[in-house]
């Protein structure tokens, strides 16, 4: 990857503009009755689909041309690194600064398949067979911990093993998508259940990752393969209900207070596209435990990624008074203390078979420091109420809240890496 890389899409070269050549993060757009697949390109979206129908990508084998014409992004991802490094090449080739003629009359056929961003509809980008999802970050389990067990905040077997639940693949939206206040079981006076909607709605501020080439049933995957086997990276709203789920959560876990919606940003950005933005796994103090062999890395030098994640909300109330959202909370990727490699490895050490499509998240993002807890459950415990602009105040999220989780990349001499956008805005029962 080189910061020398232009595009004759002119926004493209913008440092700033979140989609460089370097990127070329996957989406699903529609285009009339049809959807079709497309890569993010400065301000505008290169339709893939059209690319494979024009012979653009002649040359290239027929299982990926077959892929390039599909309505998601599976049969893509289920071809493996190889075919999707191939693919990537010959996009950046169509779309790199010419240096002749041959390219320049190219580049002219290309740029009838763009289209603009901001007139794109966005679909699902992949059908979603399993959700699993983690519970990374040891500053949130220690916070959220505290709440419950002040005297022993993480579980004995926290720095051991990454901790994780499957979730409901099913109310996996995309960002947009309303989220109507869930009803079920909470506590009542006197410890007796009611059943009603929640009234301690929250947020999570998470990063998912698209699973590629999977493993078959019985086999595992290897530390150092394991990066191999992910598509690239989206935006997550786990979205929870913290009522329902204190009443739930024991002996088993999260069940209905999760599994009522997970929101996820439209785009799909490739591991390869982050490279420059690698930095150290999670530092282990002198007294933690190491991580058993299957789970440790040789590569822990460039096992994290420096992802910076924001969280922004806004009420009803601010929005009818055309206020901007406010910024609630700053967040890192790399703040984890369990990385990509071992969330994946661990998933399938006993067997379990991972398919393309399938989706993993991270769990709550979350840092050491005040203003960078992830859901408003640990604001909450570090900084009292959130107060808007508007003075109003949030412990949960009220009916007409509007949630945006941004993410992305940026480093010195290094284009902006933009993973994507992922909004809501809580509906009434």
Not at 216 to 240: M, P, Q, T
Not at 326 to 351: C, D, E, I, K, P
Not at 408 to 418: L, M, N
Request: hydrophobic residues 40%.
């Amino acid at each position: 990857m080189s910061t020398s890389a232009r595009s004759w899409v002119e926004t493209a070269n913008d440092p700033e503009c979140g989609f460089p050549l370097v990127s070329l993060p996957w989406c699903v757009f529609q285009a009339g009755d049809e959807r079709r697949i497309g890569v993010g390109i400065g301000e505008r979206i290169l339709d893939v689909k059209g690319c494979a129908d024009e012979g653009l990508l002649d040359g290239l084998s027929a299982a990926l041309l077959t892929a390039c014409r599909a309505v998601q992004l599976n049969a893509l991802m289920e071809l493996g690194e190889a075919e999707w490094g191939r693919l990537r090449a010959r996009l950046k080739a169509l779309l790199a600064e010419p240096t002749n003629a041959d390219e320049e009359a190219r580049a002219r056929e290309v740029e009838k398949l763009l289209i603009p961003c901001r007139d794109a509809v966005f679909a699902m980008p992949a059908a979603i067979g399993d959700y699993t999802d983690f519970y990374a970050s040891a500053h949130h389990a220690r916070r959220v911990g505290s709440l419950f067990r002040p005297e022993n905040p993480l579980l004995p077997n926290y720095k051991w093993v990454p901790i994780g639940y499957h979730g409901r693949a099913s109310s996996v939206v995309l960002s947009g998508t309303p989220i109507r206040r869930p009803s079920g079981q909470r506590k009542g006076e006197n410890c007796a259940p009611i059943f009603a909607p929640t009234g301690m709605l929250d947020y999570e501020a998470e990063m998912g990752l698209f699973m590629g080439a999977g493993n078959a049933l019985g086999e595992r995957i290897a530390i150092g393969e394991a990066e191999k086997h992910i598509f690239g990276l989206c935006v997550v709203n786990d979205w929870s209900a913290r009522d329902m789920q204190s009443w739930e959560y024991q002996p088993l876990g999260p069940f209905l207070a999760k599994s009522f919606a997970t929101s996820i940003s439209p785009w799909i950005v490739p591991l390869e596209a982050l490279e420059a933005y690698r930095v150290p796994g999670p530092e282990r103090a002198s007294d933690d435990p190491l991580p058993l062999p299957y789970l440790q890395s040789t590569t822990a030098d460039v096992d994290g990624i420096d992802v910076q994640v924001t969280v922004a909300l806004r009420s009803a109330k601010m929005r009818a008074e055309k206020m901007e959202a406010m910024t609630v909370s700053r967040g890192n990727l790399r703040s984890l203390f369990w990385t990509l490699r071992q969330m994946v490895t661990h998933h399938a050490s006993n067997g379990c078979n991972l398919r393309a499509g399938d989706l993993m998240a991270t769990g709550t993002i979350s840092g050491a420091e005040a203003g960078s807890e992830g859901c408003l459950l640990e604001l909450r415990a570090t900084r009292g109420p959130l107060r808007l602009p508007t003075d109003e105040d949030r412990i949960a999220l009220e009916d007409g809240d509007e949630v945006t989780i941004r993410a992305w990349a940026q480093c010195d001499g290094w284009p902006r890496i933009e993973i994507g956008s992922c909004a809501g805005v809580v509906a009434a029962e």
